[in-house]
């Protein structure tokens, strides 16, 4: 399979259980591989390299997401992860909170999200990044607990 960098591949963008289980195709078009690339290289690689610790995508959080796949986890009609600039990600021994600071304090983004954060846990959750060929980033942060957003994170 294709590697986008030295560490993520093209099967890993593509991983999904839903995918799997739903028999969607979650091959991107050709056209997104560069925003996938540029995910890889501008978050991903980066946050491997300050934890030293490898990312492991399988299958349960999203990164390069097709229409039918993102109906079918309920994401958001907009969502950046259809067009392979967005991956959802966590770090085994690394609290998601930790994470999620790691990335607002070092890494250029577009939009930085603590998902599914249950209030109290550190690890809860994922952490949702956002990178834009373009290079014009909101750099919006936010925290989605208990069923609402709220501005910067805990």
């Known amino acids: 399979m294709m590697q986008l960098t030295r560490h ?17 195709d979650n091959r991107p078009p050709v056209a997104i591989i560069p925003r996938l690339r540029f995910v890889a290289e501008t978050v991903l690689e980066r946050i ?3 934890y030293a ?10 990164w390069y997401r097709c229409p039918a796949l993102n109906r079918a986890v309920g994401g958001a009609a907009d969502s950046q992860h259809m067009t392979g600039e967005a991956v959802d990600v966590e770090v085994r021994g690394i609290s998601n909170v930790e994470l999620a600071c790691f990335v607002r304090d070092n890494l250029d983004f577009d939009q930085l999200i603590l998902e599914a954060w249950d209030g109290v846990t550190p690890s809860s959750g994922w952490v949702h990044v956002s990178a834009t060929l373009t290079g014009r980033h909101r750099r919006e942060v936010l925290t989605y607990a208990k069923g609402r957003y709220t501005k910067g994170l805990p």
């Open 8 to 24: 993520f591949t093209l099967a890993e963008a593509m991983a999904s259980n839903t995918a799997r289980v739903e028999g969607i």
């Open 48 to 50: 491997r390299a300050h």
């Open 53 to 62: 610790i490898p990312i492991v995508f399988d299958g349960g959080l999203s």
